[in-house]
């Protein structure tokens, strides 16, 4: 991997996400050699993947080069790399670049789209957990409305008009919010020799409740507002399957669909050698303890969604958002360099930020520790939270423009078909 052994400890982090990037920050002019591994040579916002599937944001303004983000870090290395597997008896990981050894090693890969082993469901349905599935999303969204236009068989083009969100928590949410404003907003003037009216978005939701993480008056009110935009919401709803044209339920309900996005579930992106029983938990997740360790070592650790820290709050684990793996990130960084300069280190404790989701144009819920509030205010103190969040300046005065743009023309600029999405047969 041509990296210098030198004097310094090195610490190896594969994954630079939300966790992974907050610790290389806090390890940054110390002396100890950081190496990030990603499969990726950008940092991915997720929050706002929902707007690149949806025509609202151009992919790079919500990526940003993770070799920029360190650049001005002595002793830092960032490699482009797969990590196929990790040797915790050689103390050395496996890359689609070569090995390296490692003196501490962090996990922080983050988690990956959960189908509950329906093989058919992952073959034919839309995920949207990075950058090149929210673009195969927007592709396949506006191929669907230029095949509805070309079709005279009316089942197929309500299929084509017909969306299927599988799972009400933030992410189905958002993103029905915003295929709501696009059909009542870009549909007609784009396709006006279309019936865009019969355009159908349908959230299924397996709880009885939409944003189940959320206070019940959020949930109450994302669902007055997501009704209001004409949303479907199907609640004590399961999606039993999808053969790529209909989606069957665990009740009689069945949907005839060329687009079932899967939002309802991720598990831990483990790393093979650390994914047997012994070290993971519900959610494929490694059982980490108060300082972020392993089960099993005192120099092998996890942060964000791959881990699974219990607290007295929290006892399934903290919830797999940017906030937990933000926090422990920079614990983490604090008590490696306690570790080695011998030092007794610091229990991490989480500290419950809230949460919030937008639904379309105007209207968001916010739930903070003590004020819970929902409607236009909420939707501003949801923008200026993620532009805060955005890495670099450029990103957030794209995203900022792009917004106000987007607002006062009643537009998505960019709804293009850059990479045809292909899709998959059904035979
Ligand atoms: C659509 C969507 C919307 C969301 N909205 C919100 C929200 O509004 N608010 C909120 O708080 N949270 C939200 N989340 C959740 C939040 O994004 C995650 O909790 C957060 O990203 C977790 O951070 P992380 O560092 O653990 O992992 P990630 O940010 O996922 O980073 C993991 C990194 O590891 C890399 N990686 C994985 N495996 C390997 C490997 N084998 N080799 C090399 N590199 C690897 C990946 O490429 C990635 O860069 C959302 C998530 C999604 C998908």
Redesign the pocket.
């Known amino acids: 991997m041509n990296i210098p052994r030198t004097s310094y400890p090195r610490i190896v982090i594969?994954?630079?996400?939300?966790?992974?990037v907050a610790l290389a920050k806090k390890l940054s002019k110390q002396e100890v050699q950081v190496v990030l591994?990603?499969?990726?040579n950008y940092?991915?916002f997720?929050?706002l993947?929902?707007q690149v599937s949806t025509g609202g944001l151009e992919p790079d303004s919500i990526a940003y080069p993770i070799r920029k983000i360190l650049k001005d870090f002595p002793n830092f290395y960032f490699r482009l790399?797969?990590?196929?597997a990790v040797d915790t008896k050689k103390n050395k990981v496996k890359?689609s670049i070569g090995d390296l050894k490692f003196d501490y090693l962090v996990i922080?890969?983050?988690?990956k789209t959960n189908y509950f082993g329906n093989s058919e469901i992952e073959t034919h349905s839309m995920a949207?957990?990075t950058i090149p599935q929210s673009l195969n999303l927007r592709s396949l969204i506006l191929e669907n409305f230029e095949d509805a236009l070309l079709t005279s068989d009316l089942n197929e083009r309500n299929a084509l008009m017909n969306f299927v969100i599988v799972g009400g928590g933030?992410?189905g949410v958002e993103l029905a919010g915003a295929l709501a404003e696009i059909k009542k907003g870009i549909l007609p003037k784009d396709y006006p020799d279309l019936d865009t009216r019969l355009a159908q978005i349908h959230v299924v939701q397996g709880g009885e409740r939409i944003l189940p993480g959320m206070s019940d008056k959020a949930s109450q009110k994302a669902e007055d507002f997501l009704e209001k935009l004409g949303v479907n919401i199907w609640k004590n709803v399961r999606v039993t399957n999808y053969d790529g044209k209909t989606a069957t339920t665990d009740t009689d309900l069945t949907f005839e669909t060329a687009t079932l996005i899967w939002?309802a579930g991720?598990k831990g992106?483990t790393?093979k050698g650390l994914d047997a029983g012994d070290f993971i938990t519900r959610g494929n997740r490694l059982i980490v303890n108060e300082y972020s360790q392993v089960k099993g070592f005192e120099h092998i650790f996890a942060?964000?969604?791959?881990a699974c820290m219990e607290t007295e709050d929290f006892p399934n684990g903290l919830p797999?958002?940017?906030?937990p793996?933000i926090q422990q990130?920079e614990q983490l960084g604090h008590n490696l360099l306690k570790l080695i300069e011998e030092k007794p280190l610091k229990p991490f404790t989480y500290k419950d930020k809230g949460?919030?989701?937008t639904i379309g144009r105007n209207k968001a819920v916010v739930d903070l520790k003590k004020w819970k509030f929902q409607g236009v205010f909420a939707w501003y103190v949801w923008m200026f939270v993620h532009l805060f969040f955005l890495i670099g300046f450029r990103n957030r005065m794209v995203v900022f423009i792009n917004w106000v743009y987007n607002y006062v023309r009643f537009d998505r600029e960019a709804r293009l078909i850059i990479r045809p999405f292909k899709r998959r047969s059904n035979g």
Do not use: C, E, R
């Open positions: 594969i994954g630079g996400g939300f966790a992974g591994l990603d499969k990726h940092h991915t997720q929050p993947l929902y790399a797969n990590v196929k890359t922080a890969s983050g988690s949207m957990k933030p992410t939002a991720v992106a790393i942060a964000g969604d791959v797999m958002m940017a906030q793996a990130g949460s919030m989701a």
